[in-house]
């Protein structure tokens, strides 16, 4: 359907909201999702598979879930590290609207949910937690994980939940290939988890931002 792209600044789409239940082992958290924004019918299955098998922070510092949607990753994280800042980053305004609506709901004020240039340029994360929108293409794919990735911490991961036969075995060789080491954690009914480190240049000789070990 031509502008209902969630991957779009402002789905043409006509808002329908509606709830959704989010049930976790840990925790269970009632949200609102619209049209226009990524499964907004039920918890996306490999974003299960993430905040069911993904590990706990390494490090302790600011958390980040790329491509956030209406909230799934950063509102678990941010219910589970409640002394923690989490950002929620997204180019879809309904989505970060949907964000702030569902944090404010859960009484979580750990939560930020900004546009991808909204976030200060000297924030470091010390953990990402995504399901990266591998839809917008590779070439924007690849520009989007360089660009925050090279915003961890020092001894900062990310932890990315990508389908096999969405490309997830050729996009860990590709992080390697570019210095980021890559390796997969788990694989659950063909949804590959990676953890993503920084590469050794970034932030060598500065430590500036490093995390604290949880």
């Known amino acids: 359907m ?12 006509a808002s329908d909201r509606r709830p959704i239940t989010v049930s976790l082992p840990d925790l269970t ?3 609102t999702t619209d049209t226009g924004v990524f499964s907004r019918n039920r918890l996306d299955p490999c974003t299960r598979i993430l905040l069911e098998h993904a590990p706990q922070p390494r490090v302790r510092g600011p ?4 491509g956030c949607g209406y909230g799934p990753i950063a509102l678990t994280w941010a219910s589970r590290r409640k002394r923690l800042p989490v950002w929620a980053v997204d180019v879809n305004e309904r989505a970060l609207e949907l964000v702030r609506l569902n944090a404010e709901a859960l009484g979580l004020g750990n ?20 399901n990266p929108p591998i839809r917008i293409g590779k070439a924007a794919l690849r520009r ?12 900062g991961s990310a932890f990315l939940v990508v389908q096999k036969h969405l490309g997830s075995d050729s996009l860990q060789k590709w992080l390697n290939e570019q ?19 920084p590469r050794p ?7 500036s931002g490093r995390g604290t070990t949880t």
């Open 201 to 207: 240049e970034v932030g060598e000789g500065s430590e």
């Open 179 to 197: 210095g980021y080491p890559t390796t997969r954690v788990t694989s659950v009914n063909g949804c590959r988890i990676l953890e993503a480190r």
């Open 63 to 66: 958390i980040l879930d790329i």
């Open 144 to 155: 989007l994980l360089t660009h925050w990735l090279d915003r961890l911490t020092p001894d």
């Open 111 to 130: 939560v930020q949910a900004v546009l991808p240039d909204d976030v200060p340029e000297d924030v470091r994360f010390a953990t990402i937690y995504s």
């Open 2 to 13: 031509s502008g209902s792209h969630y991957f779009t600044g402002a789905p043409e789409v």
């Open 29 to 31: 958290l009632e949200l």
